[in-house]
């Protein structure tokens, strides 16, 4: 079993940065991927970005290529999710999430999830 706990989430404006950190514990966080999706009212929950066990490869959704960037400290058990140049669309609840094998786009392959963090972006 892996736990999550995702943090750092708010109310900002427009243009504005946030970092969003996710901690694990439980097995060993650095056999597993990392995710991040986000889930807007209404809409699916959506891949953001995810990040290989090393860290070596990043993977980023094209809405959130160049503004976000996703990392990771092994050895503190974190993932984190630095999100810059913030816009009205990213409005959702971010989730993290640890995939066994490699990283992926698909909900479906990770198989632990935090149980996320509200971020509002007003215009």
């Known amino acids: 079993q892996v736990q999550l706990v995702e943090s750092g989430g708010g109310l900002v404006q427009a243009g504005e940065s946030l970092r969003l950190s996710c901690t694990a514990s439980g097995r060993t966080f650095g056999n597993y991927a990392m995710g991040w999706f986000r889930q807007a009212p209404g809409k699916e929950r959506e891949f953001v970005a995810a990040i290989s066990w090393s860290g070596g490869n990043t993977y980023y959704a094209d809405s959130v290529k160049g503004r976000f960037t996703i990392s990771r400290d092994n050895a503190m058990n974190t993932v984190y999710l630095q999100m810059n140049s913030l816009k009205p669309e990213d409005t959702a609840v971010y989730y993290c999430?640890?995939?066994?094998?490699?990283?992926?786009?698909?909900?479906?392959?990770?198989?632990?999830w935090g149980q996320g963090t509200q971020v509002i972006v007003s215009s």
């Open positions: 999430a640890a995939d066994p094998g490699g990283s992926s786009w698909s909900e479906y392959d990770y198989d632990y």
